[in-house]
């Protein structure tokens, strides 16, 4: 079965940080485009960061304007694990966040549960 399972998001103040994961288990994870979204109350889901594959040619990171110099997505293949490193916090962060998978050749693509992240003093 296929599994993307969030950890990491909390209650944090203003100005603060947050490290959130994602463990990958069932899908090949190296073949996968890894994503970060986040949908806050009364909004629609948006993305926030990608990172392509590493067989992708021109592989890159992708940012959402209002998170560009504040947060850095980045994976670790070894471990099936993606990470979004939130600096900077600011109020209009608050949502859940969530993580996804995506392998575009064969349309698959696939969500986690989500995890609370909340920035608030």
């Known amino acids: 079965q296929v599994q993307l399972v969030e950890s990491g998001g909390g209650l944090v103040q203003p100005g603060g940080s947050l490290r959130l994961s994602c463990a990958a288990s069932g899908i090949t994870f190296s073949r996968y485009d890894m994503s970060w979204y986040r949908q806050a109350p009364g909004k629609e889901r948006e993305l926030v960061a990608v990172?392509?594959?590493?067989?992708?040619?021109?592989?890159?990171?992708n940012y959402a304007d209002s998170v560009k110099g504040r947060f850095t997505i980045s994976r670790d293949n070894a471990k099936n694990t993606v990470y979004l490193q939130m600096n900077s916090l600011k109020s209009e962060d608050t949502a859940v966040y969530y993580c996804?998978?995506?392998?575009?050749?064969?349309?698959?693509?696939?969500w986690g549960q989500g995890t609370q992240v909340t920035v608030s003093s």
């Open positions: 996804n998978a995506d392998f575009r050749r064969l349309s698959l693509n696939y």
């Open positions: 990172i392509s594959s590493p067989s992708t040619v021109g592989g890159s990171t």
